[in-house]
Structures are given as structure tokens and as C-alpha cells.
């Protein structure tokens, strides 16, 4: 299995208050991701990073941010929570093209927002 | 913006029965990865099978196999002999080629049910 977790996995929080969500790999992949998860929606993609320092919007940006300082981490953070921000978020790493093309994902954290 | 359509929220199937899953996208780019995911209740994301968009000869994977149409811009998932352990999310993917700043887009999703 590839090397990525995030944590934590569960969370609940209050509305207005700030969250971080990590994402770290030991794959040493550029490309990382934050996918959320709503039914009906699919995944949707949040932001995503294609280096350290290197980050771009999503189509569902608003109320996010991300930092990657390190090739292995990848911070997703809600500055102030609010309770359309309630989902499962997803957290993805993706090899440069090569003879593996496939994303590997993170198992998840479920976040509410009360 | 490339994107992904799945226009069956919900399919059933009988058990040991076939079952085929719609995928449409939309790109001016010829070559492209596509991606089936599957997601059981435990949210785990697994590959199901992949497609290069320049291989014309359609990916097999075992009793999953896709039907892919690169002129209309379909991408189909066939599962044969439908089994238990099948019922889950399934989710298509399009993998973009711009070298250097790649995304994964994906469907809305298909919720497969496997009937005993």
C-alpha cells in the first residue's frame, strides 16, 4: 500500500473555530490533493499542490486554504469553520506520469461541523 | 475545465448477473488517463482499472473490463459475474496531461447494489 495517512480521522468541531487537516506521504509524489466528499457531488477537488510551495485552487475553494512546506506534508485548513464545511475529506498523491499513473488515497476524515 | 459525467446515481444487479456503469467526459486533449475507483462503506478508495487514452485495445482487469469509445468520449465499466463483495461506490476518473500541473477529476458516482 502506498504511504499515506491523514489525520485525524474524526472531528468535530464548532462553527467558527479554525481547523487543520494533515496529509503526509512517504512517497516522495509532487502532486498531492484535497478532495471533499458529499453525496451526490462525488469527489470535488479543494486545492492541490504540484511541489513544495507550489499550490492551486480547486472548484471549491472558498473558506480553504493549504500549505506545503515539505514534500511529505500537505495542510488543509479551514480558517473558520461553518457547518456547509461538514464532509469527509480526502487527501490523494499522484506519481509524476511513468509506469504508474494511479492516485492513492488517504483513508479519509470526517469532519462536522456544529 | 475537463469534466466527468455518471448519469446513473444508483444501479442494481442480480448476483452472478452483468452489469455495465455509464461514464461520459469532456476533453479537447488526446492523451489522457482514465480510471475506474471503487469505495466500499469502510471509504476506502480502490482502483478498479485504468484505460491510457492512446491504447485503442480496451483494459481488462479479471471479471472487470471497460468499453472505451475515445470519439464520443465514453468510458464504461463492465462487471461480469456480479459478486457480493462488488456492491460499492464506483467512481470514474480523468486524468489531465498537462505535464507539471496534473489533476484527478472525478464523477458524481455510481452506488452499485449486488441483489442475493
Known amino acids: 500500500d502506498a504511504g499515506i495517512t491523514q489525520s485525524p480521522r474524526h472531528k468535530v468541531t464548532e462553527t467558527g473555530t479554525p481547523v487543520t487537516l494533515r496529509c503526509h506521504q512517504t512517497?516522495?509524489?509532487?502532486?498531492m490533493y484535497w478532495y471533499r466528499q458529499d453525496p451526490g457531488h462525488g469527489l470535488r477537488l479543494i486545492h492541490y499542490s504540484y511541489g513544495v510551495k507550489d499550490t492551486d485552487k480547486g472548484e471549491v475553494s472558498d473558506g480553504y486554504s493549504v500549505s506545503r512546506s515539505k514534500t511529505e506534508d500537505f495542510l488543509l485548513t479551514l480558517e473558520s469553520a461553518t457547518s456547509s464545511q461538514t464532509s469527509v475529506y480526502f487527501c490523494a498523491i499522484l506519481p509524476d506520469r511513468g509506469s504508474n499513473t494511479e492516485a492513492f488515497f488517504g483513508q479519509g476524515t470526517r469532519l462536522t461541523v456544529v | 475545465a475537463q469534466t466527468v459525467t455518471q448519469s446513473q446515481p444508483e444501479m442494481s444487479v442480480q448476483e452472478a448477473e452483468t452489469v455495465t456503469l455509464s461514464c461520459t467526459y469532456d476533453?479537447?486533449?488526446?492523451?489522457?488517463?482514465l480510471f475506474w475507483y471503487k469505495q466500499p462503506p469502510s471509504r476506502q478508495m480502490i482502483l478498479v482499472i485504468r484505460q491510457e487514452a492512446y491504447k485503442q485495445q480496451n483494459a481488462t482487469e479479471n471479471r472487470f473490463s471497460v468499453n472505451f469509445q475515445k470519439a464520443a468520449k465514453s468510458f464504461s465499466l463492465k462487471i461480469s459475474d456480479s459478486q457480493l463483495g462488488d456492491a460499492a461506490m464506483y467512481f470514474c476518473?480523468?486524468?489531465?496531461?498537462?505535464?507539471?500541473?496534473?489533476?484527478?477529476?472525478f464523477g458524481t458516482g455510481t452506488r452499485l447494489t449486488i441483489i442475493p
Open positions: 476533453t479537447s486533449e488526446s492523451d489522457y488517463y
Open positions: 512517497e516522495n509524489h509532487r502532486y
Open positions: 476518473a480523468y486524468r489531465t496531461p498537462n505535464f507539471g500541473n496534473e489533476k484527478l477529476t
